[in-house]
C-alpha cells in the first residue's frame, strides 16, 4: 500500500542521539498513528493524532514526541535514544468516516539503537 | 483499560488442515473486533472483522466467531495453503457514535502451513 510511507526504512544509531522517523500518506485520512512492534509483544500503540491540532498519547509514549506538520505527515522522535527502543516501527492511517475502522499500515521503520 | 489476549502464540498445521486462533477482551464495552494479518517483512494488513451485533462472518477461506458473553472471539481459516503463513494479530475497540476507539491489539500468533 504505497499511500502510506515511512522514511527511513531502516536505522541504526547510537544511544543518546536524536532520531526523527517520518510517515506520509496520501490517502486523505484525518487520524494516524505511531505503532511499536517487538517480538511476542504485538503492536503497542505510541501516539495518535485525529486531527492537526489533535495529539494524544497511547499505550506507551514514555521517551517518545511526535509532530503532526500537516494531514499528510506525522513524525516520531526519539530525544535521547536508548537500546530498548529497539524494535520495527509502524505508521498507521484510518478515516472512519469513510473506510469505517479499518487501519492501514505504512512499510515500518526497522530502529537499532547500539 | 481494555486487555485482549491471544493464543496461541504458534501454530503448525499441514496443508489443507484448519486453523483456529482464539482472543479473548476485557472490556465489555468493546464491539469492533478486526484481524491482521503480517506476512514475513511486510506490513500488517486488515483481513476480516467483526462487529457485536454479529456472531459470525465469514470471507471464503476465512471466517470470524464472537461470544460476546465470554468475551471472546476466534479467527477460523479452512483449507490452509502456504500462503496463508503469517503472523496473525487481533485487535479490540468501542466504537460509540461515529467515534472510534483505538485498537488494542494482542501479541500475535504464527501460523506455519507445512507443505
Known amino acids: 500500500d504505497a499511500d502510506v510511507t515511512q522514511t527511513p526504512r531502516n536505522r541504526i544509531t547510537k544511544t543518546g542521539k536524536r532520531i526523527m522517523l517520518e510517515c506520509s500518506q496520501t490517502?486523505?485520512?484525518?487520524?494516524m498513528y505511531w505503532y511499536r512492534q517487538d517480538p511476542g509483544l504485538g503492536l503497542r500503540l505510541i501516539y495518535y493524532?485525529?486531527?492537526?491540532?489533535?495529539?494524544n498519547k497511547g499505550e506507551i509514549s514514555d521517551g517518545y514526541s511526535v509532530s503532526r506538520q500537516a494531514q499528510a505527515k506525522f513524525s516520531l522522535s526519539l530525544e535521547s535514544a536508548i537500546p530498548n527502543q529497539t524494535a520495527l516501527y509502524f505508521c498507521a492511517t484510518s478515516d472512519p468516516l469513510r473506510e469505517q475502522e479499518t487501519q492501514y499500515f505504512g512499510p515500518g521503520t526497522r530502529l537499532l539503537v547500539l | 483499560g481494555e486487555n485482549v489476549e491471544q493464543h496461541p502464540s504458534t501454530l503448525s498445521v499441514q496443508e489443507g488442515d484448519s486453523a483456529v486462533i482464539k482472543c479473548t477482551y476485557s472490556d465489555s464495552a468493546s464491539n469492533y473486533f478486526p484481524w491482521y494479518k503480517q506476512e514475513l517483512g511486510k506490513r500488517p494488513q486488515l483481513i476480516i472483522d467483526i462487529r457485536s451485533n454479529v456472531g459470525e462472518k465469514k470471507d471464503q477461506r476465512i471466517a470470524v466467531t464472537l461470544n460476546k458473553t465470554a468475551k471472546h472471539f476466534s479467527l477460523h481459516i479452512t483449507e490452509t495453503q502456504p500462503e496463508d503463513s503469517a503472523v496473525y494479530f487481533c485487535?479490540?475497540?468501542?466504537?460509540?457514535?461515529?467515534?472510534?476507539?483505538?485498537?488494542?491489539f494482542g501479541k500475535g500468533t504464527k501460523l506455519s502451513v507445512k507443505p
Open positions: 493524532s485525529f486531527d492537526v491540532k489533535d495529539i
Open positions: 485487535a479490540a475497540s468501542i466504537n460509540a457514535g461515529g467515534s472510534q476507539g483505538n485498537l488494542i
Open positions: 490517502k486523505g485520512h484525518d487520524r
